[in-house]
């Protein structure tokens, strides 16, 4: 199992561009969750979803948008990126319910500039 | 409304020593509380949880972590650091949403 991978790993933008993060488990995992690191605020959770063709909003959603068309790959975008988006982001997935249902697995993080 | 305090941006001991890292929480209800380490250019990983039972919960690496309900306190115990201990250690509160507290860093000096 390859477990939780994120493409890409780093990425430079320029203000106002858009992209997408692309997030894949291969855990048959139930929950998937966007968060974004930033020095001295531990993580924040972005969108969260708790199954194919669901999203919900966590605690600092604005400027992204998110889609989980597959239940293995759950999609962050932003559709026009400001230098306050300039972060480490994770994604993590959770397996379905049963032992172990709320230990949170994390991907190695994409590193975005935003300039 | 739920939220997890790490007091201590920065923790150093010698290697050989004890190590506590120092986490208070709130939460209304019983609390699912965890320990996730982040080493350098790496995501987190799991290190332990408390959901019910034992106060003392045993983790991965020989950590080890103490639930106090009357001080609401989750603190994570190492009896002896060792250098590749030094990492980022965040405490979270929640069931299928977490909140993380902002992170101490440890470093273990040889």
């Known amino acids: 199992n390859a477990g939780v991978t994120q493409t890409p790993k780093f990425r430079v933008l320029k203000t106002g561009q858009s992209m997408t993060l692309l997030c894949a488990q291969d855990m048959n995992h139930e929950y998937m969750y966007w968060y974004r690191q930033d020095p001295g605020m531990g993580l924040r959770l972005i969108h969260y979803?708790?199954?194919?063709?669901?999203?919900a909003k966590g605690e600092v959603p604005d400027g992204y948008n998110v889609s989980r068309l597959k239940k293995q790959n759950f999609l962050l975008g932003l559709e026009s990126a400001a230098p306050s988006q300039t972060s480490v982001y994770f994604c993590?997935?959770?397996?379905?319910?049963?032992?172990?249902?709320?230990?949170?697995?994390f991907g190695p993080g994409t590193r975005l500039l935003v300039l | 409304a739920q939220s997890v305090a790490q007091p201590e941006d920065q923790v150093n001991v010698a290697e050989g020593n004890p190590l506590t890292v120092k986490c208070t929480y709130s939460?209304?209800?019983?609390?699912?509380l965890f320990w996730y380490v982040q080493y350098p250019n790496r995501g987190l990983q799991f290190l332990l949880k408390y959901i019910t039972g034992d106060n003392l919960v045993k983790g991965s690496y020989g950590f080890e972590a103490e639930f106090n309900k009357s001080q609401t306190s989750f603190h994570l115990k190492k009896p002896s650091a060792l250098v590749s201990d030094s990492a980022l250690y965040f405490c979270a509160v929640g069931d299928y949403k977490l909140s993380f507290g902002a992170g101490t860093t440890v470093t273990v000096r040889a």
């Open positions: 993590a997935s959770t397996p379905p319910q049963g032992i172990g249902w709320e230990t949170q697995y």
């Open positions: 979803s708790v199954g194919e063709g669901t999203t």
């Open positions: 939460v209304s209800g019983n609390p699912y």
